[in-house]
């Protein structure tokens, strides 16, 4: 897309809204998908000032669930929340047939959007990304979020690609959990893509420079604080989303900086009451004892802290 054509900016209103979570799949102490308390969970963050919800994500857990897993919970979640919120499928892999199947199950259910992660360890070249998400791209109708994530995928998408891809009509949006905000910026001014803040703690930095929202994992256990700093920067009340940012650190500590994200969002939740159980699929496994109480001890000391009550 040219960028005669770029209107998006801060305050435009952007495709998948503002506050997303990359949601959880709950699972029964036995390891099987938990059914109701997806369903449950889903209406808890609609009901909590959220836009979207990115299911079957990395926090989603759905590297460790069959194909037939992830379509379930796609259809889970939308039959649970219908139009409230928009849902993004995950559709990511490093084999892009295997991306292509998973299109074709987000499609089947009707989602709102498709999360297509940079391929994870075979490390292809920016040549082969653009071959990657260029087959995903043409292969749905449905808009398309890139995430870029190098820590994970050992490599990032690079400014020219990205110059690339943003000419295929349905790549729309980044999540971004790199944290070079110079080369977003560059590509912000390149094109019409609308970046997400892939980063808990990084909302506010990516806010300033044009990003239109969050794809988060604290925002599971604290909706209201991200909602409100978000606002709070849309008004103009900058000193206040300075402090709402300050704020989180510890509860973005707990989130993220312990555990896994998705150990650690499922273990606050069942420690909040909206969660049953907390189990994971290996190769995650729950807080030792030593990281429990470090997480406890962060939330002590956060606005969060009369939430927990288990």
Request: with cysteine; charged share 20%; net charge negative.
């Amino acid at each position: 897309m040219s960028q005669s054509q770029n209107t998006v900016g801060t305050f435009a209103e952007p495709i998948f809204g503002r506050l997303l979570t990359a949601m959880v799949t709950p699972f029964a102490d036995d390891g099987s998908v938990d059914e109701t308390a997806t369903a449950e969970l889903a209406l808890h963050l609609a009901d909590r000032g959220h836009d979207g919800l990115v299911v079957c994500g990395t926090t989603g857990e759905y590297s460790t669930m069959t194909d037939e897993e992830n379509e379930r919970v796609f259809d889970i979640v939308k039959d649970a929340v219908g139009d409230r919120v928009k849902i993004i499928a995950g559709v990511g892999s490093n084999d892009t047939n295997h991306t292509l199947n998973l299109v074709k199950a987000a499609d089947r259910v009707g989602v709102d959007g498709l999360l297509v992660v940079t391929p994870y360890y075979n490390k292809p070249t920016q040549a082969g990304l653009v071959g990657h998400f260029t087959e995903v791209a043409r292969s749905s109708d449905t808009p398309v979020m890139l995430y870029d994530i190098p820590g994970r995928a050992g490599i990032p998408i690079a400014v020219d690609t990205y110059k690339v891809l943003a000419e295929l009509p349905t790549v729309v949006a980044v999540k971004d959990a790199k944290a070079d905000l110079g080369a977003a910026s560059e590509v912000m001014a390149a094109t019409d893509l609308q970046y997400y803040s892939g980063d808990d703690g990084l909302l506010l930095p990516w806010l300033s420079i044009g990003a239109v929202g969050h794809v988060g994992v604290t925002s599971h256990v604290a909706p209201e604080m991200f909602r409100d700093m978000l606002d709070a920067f849309i008004g103009g009340e900058l000193a206040h989303a300075q402090q709402i940012h300050r704020d989180l650190v510890p509860v973005i500590r707990a989130a993220m900086g312990r555990v896994p994200g998705c150990v650690a969002a499922k273990e606050i939740l069942k420690w909040q009451g909206a969660l049953k159980s907390s189990a994971v699929r290996l190769p995650h496994v729950g807080p030792t004892d030593s990281e429990e109480a470090a997480m406890r001890a962060d939330l002590a000391e956060s606005a969060l802290a009369s939430t927990i009550t288990q």
